[in-house]
């Protein structure tokens, strides 16, 4: 079996992937590059050279900020939250209590649901006055809040459902780490008198650090990756409010069909994604292994 | 499976008449549809389109139901560009000048040359028409149509001590009438609204352009390519839905669309403006006595015209041009807008519809439906433009920054006319 592989189907077999790596990313990515130069033609304006117009308008663009900033916040919220929710949640299923099976299912059933579902169920809860949000906070004697109909809360309730939506993944990838944590360590550490919070956090918590940054990395890529829910409950309102990069992309790309404009914005996530990646990749390579 | 369906009933319909389909040209007729109500449009449209292919076994028709108004644009445009347009859709009245520059649509009025066909297009509301005309061609016929309308709870009116007959007819009365209808519980919270008006979006836009229309002055005209979004209209108007809010009349914030009814249903708001096309849904889910007048205005009455109209696409045949019209004189036919009308509550487009004993008996059993025909006279068309989307999307940004208060009318409007301006000045 050791008959080395001669060069011809080699590259028969390198020139399927390839192609549809050109074809669905390294092309794309260039004509978005290549468009990004020109302005956006139609019957009724002529096809020109743009130059950088379309980067200069980028710089000058408000609403672009205002997305940017959103993104941001965005990111970072939803990241951590969602990793420390499903690490408790790992911890919670992972114990000796009673109905885990059913605790289990239960964290797990958000991320089975489609995200348009996910996104329809909270529009009826975030619903001002009439939903169940306004409900439990009328029980309270609250006033009801218009969760999604105000530029204070819109993001923050977006990034609610977000965390809810994905921290039960991310619990699974942490039972699975959380149950190969080897039990001799906990012991010599329990034998050294170590307590059940020391234990956690210096012998569990260093062994779960491969698995926070292989969470971490899916966690930022869905931030930007994720937009199903903006589009069905607020279409990145109030006063763009909510609106994140992508779904701006969509915006201006298939709504306003500005073509030119959208290539631009997408060289600019490709560009952002890209140095995220590079971070990323450094971590990893630094920080995840224990030899 | 629409599809199937529908070849299933005309196959069947074809063999029980015994047509012979070879004499005629068959076609297969792609249909893109929005919904922009809740009603239940879809089984309605449905219906309606299984009938005409029944009628005409020689051709097929799939009725694609496409999501809200901007999504069904979305949809047809993109599948215009991939060389896969629908053959006929149902879209955004102000959707014309986008689809004109995006050059996918052909004009009705070169296809309709009879002399039958010309009288048949002078047969809609000439308010209706309007806005699918442009360079003196008529691109598009009015199907869904609409103004929106003020809907009361009378039995709030007569718990406040208000004649249940008489709805606020201008801004003043409507803050009067609405401190009166807000109620609060003991914790001080409101339980019931005065008043509300969608401001988010584009049924937010849609409703603006209406109050401006009743100081007397227009969002836009039919050149495409003016905005007259920042004038004393405008500011007054926009400083009626704050008013709204401060006085404690409206909800602060924004407002959805979707949900405006719901919580008209709810109890929630003892009034709202909205769409004549949820007539039948407040209908059938209202479980109070309530009425329906013309919108509050500043200085008179006013109201913007909204809803859809039916376009042909270019990327067609001599023969699904022909099928296609066919299929939309079907649509628009007195039998099949009364059934649409009164599913909806969509002002059906031709005085020959309102004259059907269907209509008639409507009329009579729910005269609520006359109230937007009515206005339809105070009426003016819905902003549009070129690059529509990215244009009312300024104005969008100026209502929502307001009634969010993150700024104020004046400024927020200036920017939007600025932006505006710097879209449009392309065309000049």
Redesign the interface.
């Known amino acids: 079996m050791n008959k080395r592989m001669t060069t011809a189907p080699a590259i028969i077999m390198l020139v399927i992937p390839c192609a549809i790596l050109v074809a669905f990313t390294h092309y794309p990515a260039i004509m978005a590059l290549i468009n990004s130069f020109w302005n956006n033609a ?4 002529p096809s020109r050279f743009a130059g950088t117009e379309n980067y200069q308008a980028m710089l000058a663009d408000d ?1 672009l900020a205002q997305v940017l900033v959103n993104s941001t916040i965005y990111a970072l919220g939803t990241v951590p939250l969602a990793i420390g929710l499903a690490i408790g949640m790992a911890l919670l299923v992972n114990s000796r209590l009673p109905g885990t099976a059913f605790m289990r299912l239960s964290f797990f059933l958000p991320t089975m649901l489609p995200m348009i579902a996910v996104a329809n169920i909270w529009l009826f809860f975030y ?4 939903g169940l949000a306004s409900q439990i906070l ?1 029980i309270f ?4 809040i ?1 969760f ?4 204070e809360t819109a993001l923050g309730s977006m990034m609610f459902v977000a965390i809810w939506k994905e921290a039960g993944l991310f619990m699974i990838f942490y039972l699975a780490a959380l149950q190969s944590v080897p039990t001799n360590l906990k012991d010599a550490a329990k034998l050294e008198g170590a307590g059940r919070i020391r234990v956690f956090i210096d012998v569990v918590l260093p062994l779960l650090r491969p698995t926070t940054i292989f969470v971490a990395v899916n966690a930022l890529i869905n931030a930007f990756r994720l937009v199903d829910h903006v589009v069905v409950m607020t ?1 990145g ?5 909510s609106a994140l990069l992508l779904y701006y992309i969509y915006e201006v790309t ?5 073509f030119a404009y959208g290539a631009t914005l997408t060289v600019l996530m490709v560009v952002l994604l890209g140095i995220l990646a590079v971070i990323q990749f450094w971590l990893l390579n630094r920080k995840a292994h224990y030899q | 499976m629409t599809f199937c369906i529908n070849k299933a009933i005309s196959f069947s319909a074809a063999a029980l008449m015994g047509v012979s389909a070879t004499a005629l040209s068959a076609e297969d007729l792609e249909f893109y549809f929005p919904v922009g109500v809740n009603a239940p449009a879809v089984a309605t449209i449905q219906e309606l389109t299984d009938e005409w292919a029944a009628m005409n076994p020689q051709h097929t028709v799939s009725a694609i139901y496409s999501g809200n108004y901007e999504e069904t644009t979305t949809k047809a445009l993109t599948a215009a560009n991939a060389g896969d347009a629908p053959q006929v859709a149902v879209l955004l009245s102000i959707d014309l000048f986008t689809l004109i520059e995006e050059d996918v649509i052909l004009p009705i009025s070169d296809i309709a040359t009879s002399a039958e066909d010309k009288e048949w297009m002078a047969g809609f509301y000439p308010a209706f028409m309007k806005d699918g005309q442009f360079e003196g061609k008529t691109y598009a016929i009015p199907f869904q149509r609409s103004t929106p309308v003020f809907y009361y709870n009378k039995d709030a009116f007569r718990a406040a001590g208000l004649d249940p007959e008489s709805p606020p007819t201008t801004w003043k009365e409507m803050i009067e009438v609405g401190k009166a209808l807000t109620l609060k519980d003991a914790n001080g919270n409101v339980t019931q609204w005065g008043t509300r008006i969608p401001t988010l979006g584009l049924g937010g836009a849609w409703l603006f352009g209406g109050l401006v229309v009743s100081m007397d002055d227009v969002l836009t005209t039919e050149t495409g390519i003016e905005a007259r979004m920042d004038t004393p209209a405008t500011v007054a108007s926009l400083e009626f839905l704050l008013e709204l809010a401060n006085e404690g009349v409206m909800a602060p914030g924004g407002n959805s669309w979707g949900d405006t009814p719901k919580a008209f249903l709810e109890g929630q708001t003892a009034s709202i403006w909205t769409s004549t096309g949820n007539l039948a849904f407040i209908e059938k889910n209202a479980e109070f006595d309530w009425g329906v007048g013309f919108l509050p205005g500043g200085n008179g009455p006013g109201a913007p015209i909204g809803g859809g109209n039916f376009y042909i696409f270019q990327d067609t045949t001599e023969g699904e041009r022909e099928a296609a019209l066919d299929f939309i004189k079907f649509m628009t036919s007195p039998a099949s807008a009364a059934r649409w009308s009164i599913a909806t509550g969509y002002v059906a487009p031709r005085p020959d519809t309102w004259e059907t004993p269907e209509m008639q008996a409507y009329v009579e059993r729910l005269p609520q439906a006359l109230v937007a025909l009515e206005q339809l006279p105070f009426a003016e068309r819905e902003f549009a433009t070129f690059q529509r989307a990215k244009v009312t999307q300024y104005l969008v940004d100026a209502i929502e920054s307001v009634v969010t208060g993150n700024a104020e009318p004046a400024g927020a409007l200036r920017k939007a006319q600025e932006g505006a301006d710097s879209v449009l000045s392309e065309y000049k």
Request: zero cysteines; aromatic letters at 4%.
């Open positions: 139609s019957s009724r304006r609403r619903a001002p006055g009439i009328g004697g609250l006033p009801s218009n999604l109909g105000q530029t279409e309102g109030p006063n763009n409010a298939f709504r306003q069909r500005d």
